[in-house]
């Protein structure tokens, strides 16, 4: 299978049927999606199909939902969109014109990297550390060699692809190098409630006087096809993002946000992040007890707190070359480690798997399939 770098696509593109032990893709599991035809026949389909403004008492309860990390907005802060994806795309729109740098961690989410390449904006790699972070000194040196940089791009919760997360005194770290330099930070929060210890630590946005944009999603806890994220950001960051969005889809009202607010006035979101955090804990627990059984000593492995994904490194290992074998003799899927890398190039010894969208009965048995590649 041939890998083009910084594009997710192929693999949406791979015959699943021919795939027993799917480890690839960050599929929310089934079992954690929850909607019915019963929730889309409450919907006043008169108002549902025509234009009209975005989903007001959508963002009253995603104000709410915030608050249990004990943060507070207004819904004037709030930009829904269509996806965090597009979230995405409008800050790149707005914090890299004419030519600006964003700077990103050396393995990093490669839907960002897309969006750059797209702009014809360039990245600027940042090291991570042992906890498979970013590597704060080098940060800080990052910062003060280069300039023209429009942002700081992170995802603080359960990394894409690492799987690390932040602890509290980078955050607020990061938050300090923003305002020291000036540099907008671009947040993006995937996966803060989907977290195993139950605890929902506040953002690097609330500790922040400087220009923070929180990127915000209902895909991992509800279902990715809603295409439901948002942006917190100042009033009139927020006004010039609507703005933007008009442009690309007249920024209206979406069937899928009321089909999604419908849902949560039912209290069920919350009651949802409860379920998840322990779900999702047993599979990552399953996996790391089969890395442990099958994978050779020198293998090494994050073990994250939140999101979907368990980074694996061999020394002396070609994910790359190593993936059709394993697509086709073991039927077994995984992401190679290059397709996170700036350059496409490096980080052939890693690979990203997923534990999210495998039944968990399943996963002692795809880690064993994976071990023959070794």
Same mark, same amino acid.
């Given at each position: 299978?041939? &890998?083009?770098?910084?594009?997710?696509?192929?693999?949406?593109?791979?015959?699943?049927?021919?795939?027993?032990?799917?480890?690839?893709?960050?599929?929310?599991?089934?079992?954690?999606?929850?909607?019915?035809?019963?929730?889309?026949?409450?919907?006043?389909?008169?108002?549902?199909? %025509?234009?009209?403004?975005?989903?007001? #008492?959508?963002?009253?309860?995603?104000?709410?939902?915030? %608050?249990?990390?004990?943060?507070?907005?207004?819904?004037?802060?709030?930009?829904?969109?269509?996806?965090?994806?597009?979230?995405?795309?409008?800050?790149?729109?707005?914090?890299?014109?004419?030519?600006?740098?964003?700077?990103?961690?050396?393995?990093?989410?490669?839907?960002?990297?897309?969006?750059?390449?797209?702009?014809?904006?360039?990245?600027?790699?940042?090291?991570?550390?042992?906890?498979?972070?970013?590597?704060?000194?080098?940060?800080?040196?990052?910062?003060?060699?280069?300039?023209?940089?429009?942002? /700081?791009? &992170?995802?603080?919760?359960?990394?894409?692809?690492?799987?690390?997360?932040?602890?509290?005194?980078?955050?607020?770290?990061?938050?300090?190098?923003?305002? %020291? =330099?000036? /540099?907008?930070?671009?947040?993006?929060?995937?996966?803060?409630?989907?977290?195993?210890?139950?605890?929902?630590?506040?953002?690097?946005?609330?500790?922040?006087?400087?220009?923070? =944009?929180?990127?915000?999603?209902?895909?991992?806890?509800?279902?990715?096809?809603?295409?439901?994220?948002?942006?917190?950001? $100042?009033?009139?960051? /927020?006004?010039?993002?609507?703005?933007?969005?008009?442009?690309?889809?007249?920024?209206?009202?979406?069937?899928?946000?009321?089909?999604?607010?419908?849902?949560?006035?039912?209290?069920?979101?919350?009651?949802?992040?409860?379920?998840?955090?322990?779900?999702?804990?047993?599979?990552?627990?399953?996996?790391?007890?089969? &890395?442990?059984?099958?994978?050779?000593?020198?293998?090494?492995? $994050?073990?994250?707190?939140?999101?979907?994904?368990?980074?694996?490194?061999?020394?002396?290992?070609? $994910?790359?070359?190593?993936?059709?074998?394993?697509?086709?003799?073991?039927?077994?899927? =995984?992401?190679?480690?290059?397709?996170?890398? &700036?350059?496409?190039? #490096?980080?052939?010894?890693?690979?990203?798997?997923?534990?999210?969208?495998?039944?968990? $009965?399943?996963?002692?048995?795809? /880690?064993?399939?994976?071990?023959?590649?070794?």
């Amino acid at each position: 299978m041939e &890998i083009n770098p910084g594009t997710m696509e192929d693999f949406f593109k791979i015959k699943r049927e021919n795939i027993q032990y799917p480890l690839d893709l960050g599929l929310p599991s089934p079992a954690m999606l929850l909607f019915s035809l019963e929730d889309a026949r409450r919907i006043n389909l008169k108002t549902a199909l %025509q234009y009209s403004a975005p989903c007001q #008492s959508l963002k009253e309860k995603i104000i709410k939902i915030l %608050q249990v990390r004990g943060e507070q907005f207004i819904p004037e802060n709030i930009l829904l969109c269509n996806g965090s994806q597009e979230g995405l795309f409008l800050l790149a729109m707005l914090l890299l014109k004419g030519g600006k740098k964003a700077i990103v961690e050396e393995f990093s989410y490669p839907n960002f990297h897309l969006i750059t390449k797209h702009l014809g904006s360039t990245v600027v790699s940042v090291k991570t550390d042992k906890d498979n972070t970013i590597d704060i000194i080098h940060l800080e040196k990052v910062l003060a060699e280069n300039r023209d940089i429009g942002c /700081i791009y &992170i995802v603080p919760n359960g990394n894409n692809p690492s799987g690390g997360s932040l602890s509290l005194a980078k955050k607020k770290r990061i938050a300090e190098l923003g305002e %020291q =330099y000036r /540099i907008p930070i671009i947040e993006d929060d995937p996966y803060a409630f989907v977290s195993f210890d139950g605890m929902f630590n506040p953002s690097i946005k609330s500790m922040s006087q400087g220009e923070v =944009y929180y990127v915000g999603t209902f895909s991992k806890l509800l279902g990715p096809s809603l295409r439901a994220g948002w942006i917190i950001g $100042s009033p009139e960051k /927020i006004e010039i993002l609507a703005n933007y969005k008009e442009s690309i889809n007249l920024n209206v009202l979406c069937f899928s946000h009321l089909l999604l607010d419908s849902f949560i006035s039912e209290g069920s979101l919350l009651m949802q992040i409860e379920k998840v955090g322990p779900y999702y804990r047993r599979k990552r627990d399953l996996m790391i007890d089969a &890395i442990e059984k099958y994978f050779p000593s020198n293998k090494t492995y $994050s073990v994250p707190s939140h999101g979907f994904f368990i980074w694996l490194g061999m020394p002396g290992f070609d $994910s790359s070359r190593k993936l059709d074998f394993a697509l086709k003799q073991l039927n077994v899927s =995984y992401i190679p480690g290059k397709l996170f890398s &700036i350059d496409g190039k #490096s980080g052939h010894e890693f690979m990203r798997l997923s534990f999210s969208g495998i039944e968990a $009965s399943e996963i002692d048995n795809a /880690i064993a399939k994976l071990a023959l590649l070794f």
